[in-house]
């Protein structure tokens, strides 16, 4: 298959920033997230490559894999490099502490397949 390397590239890249969004806001509350441009910024940009990722992956292996909201992943990355001045951060909040260990719990395993395969 001629898109497995690609495909592990990108989930690769999607698990690498799903565990830093993790890091980023272990300990934290709304508030802290709320009032920390950086934080804010940071967790912003990590979603984003979570998206273009998602993206870029072969259509085949998304099919393969339905569990995982692609068009979601993918949507919400569009909102944030196009449609920037409609985020809301209190939906990114809820995204990088309830999605992301969902998704992060979700690509886990299909990183190792990938990479076990090899």
Same mark, same amino acid.
């Given at each position: 298959?001629?898109?497995?390397?690609e %495909?592990?590239t990108?989930?690769?890249?999607?698990?690498?920033?799903? $565990?830093?969004?993790?890091?980023?806001?272990? #300990?934290?509350?709304?508030? %802290?997230?709320?009032?920390d441009?950086? *934080? !804010?910024?940071?967790?912003? $940009?990590?979603?984003?490559? *979570?998206?273009?990722?998602?993206?870029?992956?072969?259509?085949?292996?998304? %099919?393969?894999?339905?569990?995982?909201?692609?068009? #979601?992943?993918?949507?919400?990355?569009? *909102? *944030?490099?196009?449609?920037?001045?409609?985020?809301?951060?209190?939906?990114?909040?809820?995204?990088a502490?309830? !999605?992301?260990?969902?998704?992060?719990?979700?690509l886990?395993?299909?990183?190792?397949?990938?990479?076990?395969?090899?």
């Amino acid at each position: 298959m001629p898109h497995e390397k690609e %495909d592990e590239t990108y989930l690769l890249d999607m698990l690498e920033a799903c $565990r830093k969004i993790q890091t980023i806001v272990s #300990g934290k509350t709304w508030r %802290d997230f709320e009032y920390d441009l950086v *934080i !804010r910024h940071a967790v912003e $940009r990590l979603i984003e490559i *979570i998206g273009e990722a998602a993206r870029n992956i072969s259509a085949e292996f998304k %099919d393969n894999h339905p569990e995982i909201p692609w068009k #979601g992943i993918i949507g919400q990355r569009h *909102i *944030i490099a196009h449609e920037y001045a409609e985020i809301q951060y209190e939906r990114i909040w809820k995204i990088a502490v309830n !999605r992301i260990p969902e998704l992060l719990s979700q690509l886990t395993p299909l990183v190792r397949i990938l990479v076990d395969e090899e």
